[in-house]
Nanobody, 127 residues
């Protein structure tokens, strides 16, 4: 059983940067495909970014492409979401997700695909 804990959320101003972290435990982290999603009240969970476990292939939502970057540190069992040029519409609760059945080069943008989820960290972008 894999546990995921997100951190790094907070209140920032438009244009600021923030880095989210997601620490994993209870599994072989280096074999986990990882993803970031976000959700605002009343809306469906939205895919943000995904990272494969074997090739470091990445996939981004159009809304964050060029501003956000996903990465992993296998030595620390942690993935990151670097968020730059933040906008008010980026305000949401951000969740990380993991799956242990993905192929080495798979990057997945469908939340139903992921087996394990963190509890989320809130990001508020406001002036």
């Amino acid at each position: 059983q894999v546990q995921l804990v997100e951190s790094g959320g907070g209140l920032v101003q438009p244009g600021d940067s923030l880095r989210l972290s997601c620490a994993a435990s209870g599994g072989t982290f280096s074999n986990l495909a990882m993803g970031w999603f976000r959700q605002v009240p009343g809306k469906d969970r939205e895919f943000i970014a995904a990272l494969s476990w074997g090739t470091d292939a990445t996939l981004y939502a159009d809304s964050v492409k060029g501003r956000f970057s996903i990465s992993r540190n296998n030595a620390k069992d942690t993935i990151y979401l670097q968020m730059n040029a933040l906008k008010p519409e980026d305000t949401a609760v951000y969740f990380c997700a993991a799956d242990h059945q993905a192929g080495a080069a798979e990057v997945v943008n469908v939340d139903a695909y992921y087996t394990y989820w963190g509890r989320g960290t809130r990001v508020t972008v406001s002036s």
